[in-house]
């Protein structure tokens, strides 16, 4: 027991290390040297737990993806616009709590990150996934083209916004936002646009 907390205590300490690192640094300028220092531990005491920086990197990435909770998301409906805003803003809280590590390994791909193909792997087991069992996914249509239309929608989103310098909308104004995109497409933004059957929302 003692030895899981003294690991917990360790590994978290090396993560915040690297995210503090990230904030003033790409990642290929960052050595396990620089972390170690960062971290106040020692090299071995890295090795001991990592193979490598990305080898962390696909840790924090892994519990990104599981604190975004994407499979519960997934399985409400478009109807419950409520229920899928609330779930939008726990994943961009999450994006925000590891922004410079986002953007390093997934907006900029300057990172040899997993991340990214891992995104792409519980979009595809969530979202293409749902709509294929519900057989509301046309089967004629490659379900990669869903997949990263939704991955590059939201990363571009994304994107915009954490490179604002001012007026940076805040996370419920943004999950409103990328809410309209997903459900509407430009039809949510665009007067005069409306599908038959679905109501535009207020523009």
Known sequence: MKTDRRTKYTKMVIREALLSLL???PI??????DLCARAEISRPTFYLHYADLYALLDEIGEDMITSAKLEEMMRLPFEDQDAIYHAIVNLLTVVEE?????????LERSANSRLPAKIAEALEKTVTGKWERDGD???KLDRRYITEY????FNAIVSCWAYKKENRESLGDLAKLIERFLVYGLCGFVKNCSRPGMPLPGV
Do not use: G, P, W
């Open 137 to 139: 996914l046309d089967e």
């Open 98 to 106: 590891n922004l410079d590590l986002y953007r390093a390994c997934v």
């Open 28 to 33: 290929e300028k960052i050595t396990v040297s």
């Open 23 to 25: 904030h003033n640094r």
């Open 150 to 153: 939704i991955q590059a929608s």
